[in-house]
Nanobody
Framework: QLQVVESGGGLVQPGGSLRLSCAGS????????MSWYRQAPGLERARVAS????????IYADSVKGRFTISRDNVKNMVYLQMNSLNPEDTAKYYC?????????WGQGTQVTVSS
C-alpha cells in the first residue's frame, strides 16, 4: 500500500526547533524527489523545500533559507525537515510530497504551531 506519512509536528515556542519526518512506502522512494509544503489558514499551500532523488540537490523558499534544512535517507525511505529559529509565521500544516514526473503522492500533513 502506497503511503506518505508525516510526523514530528507540535507546539514550539518562538526561537525553538522541530524536526519533521516523512516516511514513504509502497513505491521506489529513491526514484522520487521529495518536497515539504506548508499551508496556513486562509493561505495557499506553498513549497518550503525540495530535495532531489539522490539527495544532492536542494531548494528552499526564501522565507526559510538559513533556518530550515531538508535531508533524506534512501535506505530508511525517510525525508526530514529540520526547522530552527521558528517564528509564529511558520505556523502551518506541513505536508510531504513525493514526485516523479507527473506522478505525485501527498501525505496528510502534520501541524506545526509556533506560539509562546
Amino acid at each position: 500500500q502506497l503511503q506518505v506519512v508525516e510526523s514530528g509536528g507540535g507546539l514550539v515556542q518562538p526561537g525553538g526547533s522541530l524536526r519533521l519526518s516523512c516516511a514513504g512506502s509502497g513505491f521506489t522512494f529513491s526514484n522520487y524527489a521529495m518536497s515539504w509544503y506548508r499551508q496556513a489558514p486562509g493561505l495557499e499551500r506553498a513549497r518550503v523545500a525540495s530535495i532531489s532523488s539522490d539527495g544532492t540537490g536542494t531548494i528552499y523558499a526564501d522565507s526559510v533559507k538559513g533556518r530550515f534544512t531538508i535531508s533524506r535517507d534512501n535506505v530508511k525511505n525517510m525525508v526530514y525537515l529540520q526547522m530552527n529559529s521558528l517564528n509564529p509565521e511558520d505556523t502551518a500544516k506541513y505536508y510531504c510530497k513525493a514526485v516523479r514526473g507527473r506522478i505525485e503522492y501527498w501525505g496528510q500533513g502534520t501541524q506545526v504551531t509556533v506560539s509562546s
